[in-house]
């Protein structure tokens, strides 16, 4: 997948993951994030009742911990339709300066006085607070790998056995978030797995400071770990600007996507079938479109590109628009810069739009290299370009016109066909006769 993909992958899982932050859960999240919370509970309290440990719970380094962990989950970066916050800072001297067994109980606790500013401000949905204890099935990973390899006793000499406790919290974690993702959503949750790699760079490349901190703080004292609060508060300060360029990101998105819809409203204002025959083009190309298995960056132009393959029609006259026989040669060489105008107006909006515009030109092109207007031929088209184009020929053929009457669509399926390898791509052709049949 290209760079341009992933980021609008990333763009639209942005976007998702803020939408559902503030909006209530669906029953079904209701009941997986309540079952992976209760799982959740059950083994961080059995852990922390049945399993003994070499240190008893302190109060003040409880406290010290406990506050050190919720400023560090202040600093939120967002991931994918998720987040990410750097207390792994915390979490190791945990590890070593709690009880071990009871680190991911506290952690769970911890989380949740951490997100209670969310939840007052409205960013969260306090219905979304059960969440937090599904969030926290990376504690429980490497707590039991040093209670079960008997290194909860800090050593530099058990240096592996860390190594393996980081790789078991990135397991359980990521086992956890596949799991939810799966239950909730139904189907592979593959894209947003591989978008949220970065966590896991982050955690761990903050996870030495954690273990410098956790060997300092039993030298010199619990107090030690509040110094990686400065460290936290830079990485607040970096998560902000983040925030920031995603939001303009995401507003920058939403504001191509408005200028392709209004664009779309004027080409229907002008022309109410050209309007209505593009909208029907949009739906079908996406069809078209995902069972090809277009990537992201494909498919958004894929969509543009339907909506907008007949805008250049607003330059050409309305008495050649709506003429009721056909078209004679010079009115047809008219009709025919009407990609051309298209791209050019397209062009003119900049940005994403600009990008559809070289589709929308070449969305009269044939496969064969009779099309219009620079005889394009094979894969010298676009790929959206080719879907749009059969997409569009299909939904003239099955759609009245001023000229005749709708063909059957068996007919124009037929027709399809008949023209795959000559009009239209083979694959692309097959594609639409396989969802139209369905």
């Known amino acids: 997948m290209t760079q341009a993909s992933e980021t609008l992958d990333m763009e639209r899982l942005f976007a998702r993951g803020r939408a559902r932050a503030i909006a209530a859960p669906s029953a079904r999240e209701r009941s997986v994030e309540g079952g992976a919370a209760l799982a959740f509970l059950a083994v961080a309290i059995g852990m922390a009742l049945l399993v003994d440990s070499p240190r008893s719970l302190d109060g003040p380094t409880l406290a010290v911990l406990v506050g050190a962990y919720v400023v560090a989950c202040r600093a939120k970066f967002d991931f994918a339709d998720g987040y990410t916050v ?8 945990m590890l070593f300066l709690l009880p071990t067994p009871v680190v991911p109980l506290v952690v769970s606790l911890s989380w949740a006085l951490g997100r209670l500013m969310d ?7 306090v219905r979304r607070a059960l969440h937090v204890f599904g969030d926290c099935w990376h504690a429980v990973g490497p707590a039991l790998v040093l209670i079960l390899a008997g290194a909860q006793v800090f050593s530099w000499s058990d240096w592996p056995i860390y190594l393996l406790a980081l790789i ?75 925030q920031a360029r995603i939001d303009q990101a995401l507003e920058l998105s939403e504001a191509y996507q408005g200028t392709a819809m209004l664009l779309g409203d004027v080409v229907e204002a002008d022309d109410a079938y050209t309007g209505s025959h593009s909208r029907g083009v949009v739906e079908l190309s996406l069809d078209v479109a995902d069972r090809l298995g277009l990537d992201s960056r494909q498919r958004r132009n894929v969509e543009f590109a339907a909506l907008l393959h007949d805008v250049g029609k607003i330059a050409v006259p309305k008495e050649i628009i709506n003429k009721p026989g056909a078209l004679d040669e010079a009115e ?53 370009a080719r879907v749009v184009t059969c ?37 692309v052709a097959e594609a639409l006769a396989e969802i139209a049949e369905a």
Not at 119 to 125: F, K, N
Not at 354 to 366: C, F, K, N, Q
């Open 119 to 125: 939840y007052a401000s409205g960013a969260t949905s």
């Open 332 to 384: 047809w060489e008219i009709m025919r810069q009407h990609t051309i105008e298209g791209e050019a107006m397209l062009k003119r909006v900049g940005g994403v739009l600009a990008d559809v515009g070289r589709i929308v030109r070449s969305s009269h092109e044939h496969y064969d290299g009779s099309g219009y207007p620079d005889g394009l031929a094979g894969e010298e088209i676009p790929i959206e």
């Open 391 to 427: 997409c569009d020929a299909f939904s003239a053929m099955t759609t009245t016109r001023s000229y005749r009457k709708a063909m059957p669509v068996d007919v124009a399926l037929a027709e399809v066909r008949a023209c795959a390898g000559s009009q239209f791509d083979p694959r």
């Open 86 to 93: 750097p207390t792994e800072l915390v979490l190791v001297p």
């Open 168 to 242: 078991a919290q990135f397991t359980f974690d990521l086992t956890a978030t596949a799991i939810r993702l799966w239950l909730i959503e139904g189907g592979s949750p593959r894209v947003e797995l591989r978008l949220i790699a970065p966590v896991y760079a982050l955690d761990a490349a903050l996870a030495p400071v954690g273990l410098l901190t956790a060997f300092a703080a039993i030298e010199l004292g619990t107090g030690v770990c509040l110094l990686v609060l400065p460290l936290a508060g830079t990485l607040a300060i970096l998560s902000r600007e983040r």
